[in-house]
């Protein structure tokens, strides 16, 4: 349910329990529909450069404005 909710509205990373916001495989399908969910993204995949690869290909530079955030 939480995989749908997040392909729908990849905002929603906002209001998941840190246990999703934690989780790669929920981050990423949030990231894939939205980029800017970045800003949502648990504390413990931040600094991935995986995680941050994915949000620069789905909102391109756009994305640099959070990852200096997390720096």
Do not use: H, T, W
């Amino acid at each position: 349910m939480v995989k749908l909710a997040l392909q729908q509205n990849p905002l929603a990373l906002e209001f998941a329990s840190d246990k999703c916001r934690n989780d790669p495989e929920l981050v990423n399908i949030a990231l894939q529909n939205n980029g800017n969910a970045l800003r949502y993204v648990g504390d413990s995949l931040q600094n991935k450069p995986e995680i941050i690869k994915v949000a620069i290909d789905s909102i391109g530079p756009v994305a640099v404005r959070y990852i200096q955030q997390f720096s």
